[in-house]
């Protein structure tokens, strides 16, 4: 499996490689923009006269008054703007994580991923969805602010807070992989994040790094959900081949107890990647009595 550095720019190629996987990126900018007309209409209609009027009854000068009203309604604007935007994003994040691992051929994880309760799923959609992000982008804004004096130092300063901003990054892109696949709980995502932080660092500094890039850094926020769900594909694997080599390997009479936690211990244990073991071990087993298909067709 490649190192994990270079999956966010193994994402970009990918990326530009696919165009069903354009269509997800379009669409939250469509959106995105339609509102932003949208608001800026309506602040215009409804909040600038309702400010302006409001600073001339405090006997504000006329002039000053409307000025200052068109500066605020820019402002409030872009705010609705940036709150829809941080709203909508993670969803289509998501999308396109699925849509990623589709193309990637890994449908059957979807066939073996945890079931969670519907009413659980949605409120770790609400709060893991919406809070959990607002979360995570604020607690990147408060690493990114405390590791700002360290692009003052050329070069070795930037890798530093690449480096440090790299983990929570990282832990952002695969929260809904540990969630709603996995079965996760927002503080196991957590716990197994940080037990791999060398890896989700080493994934972040490169991730971080292309979303500095200015202008572009607009696509490298996409393709990085690519790069996740492209490392996550390639540990889905590796652990069905772990499976089916250990199945091989055993006595062919004690096959009945085989004791597939000890490659992963539990389905919602921090050190568990396959979704579903119990799917998994039933599957792999079909496939050892079906010697005459190959690796790779499930």
Wanted: aromatic share 14%; glycine share 6%.
């Amino acid at each position: 499996m490649a190192p994990p550095y270079t999956y966010p720019l193994t994402g970009v190629i990918y990326f530009l490689a696919h165009p069903q996987l354009w269509v997800k990126v379009i669409c939250p900018f469509l959106l995105t923009l339609i509102f932003g007309i949208l608001s800026l209409v309506l602040s215009f209609v409804y909040l600038l006269p309702l400010q302006a009027n409001a600073l001339i009854e405090a006997n504000c000068p006329s002039w000053l008054a409307w000025l200052v009203s068109v500066i605020f309604t820019l402002l409030e604007s872009a705010i609705f703007d940036v709150i829809f935007f941080a709203i909508l994003i993670p969803f289509f994040q998501d999308a396109l994580f699925d849509a990623t691992l589709k193309a990637r051929g890994m449908s059957r994880m979807f066939e073996t991923r945890v079931q969670v309760n519907g009413m659980l799923l949605c409120c770790r959609g609400v709060s893991s969805g919406l809070a959990l992000a607002w979360f995570l982008v604020l607690a990147q804004i408060i690493v990114w602010i405390i590791t700002a004096p360290l692009h003052l130092i050329p070069v070795i300063g930037t890798i530093i807070a690449c480096y440090i901003n790299g983990w929570p990054a990282c832990w952002g892109q695969h929260i809904h992989y540990d969630i709603e696949f996995r079965g996760f709980s927002v503080s196991d995502s957590r716990r197994y994040a940080w037990q791999n932080r060398g890896g989700y660092c080493s994934f972040g500094v490169v991730a971080v790094a292309l979303e500095l890039v200015p202008l572009f850094n607009l696509l490298f926020m996409w393709t990085n959900v690519v790069a996740a769900a492209l490392w996550v594909a390639d540990k889905y694997e590796k652990n069905e081949r772990e499976i089916a080599k250990q199945l091989r390997n055993q006595p062919q009479g004690n096959s009945g107890n085989t004791s597939i936690a000890s490659i992963y211990p539990s389905v919602r244990s921090p050190s568990s990647f396959v979704p579903s073991v119990e799917s998994e071990h039933s599957r792999l087993i079909s496939h050892a009595s079906n010697p005459g298909l190959k690796d790779g067709m499930y």
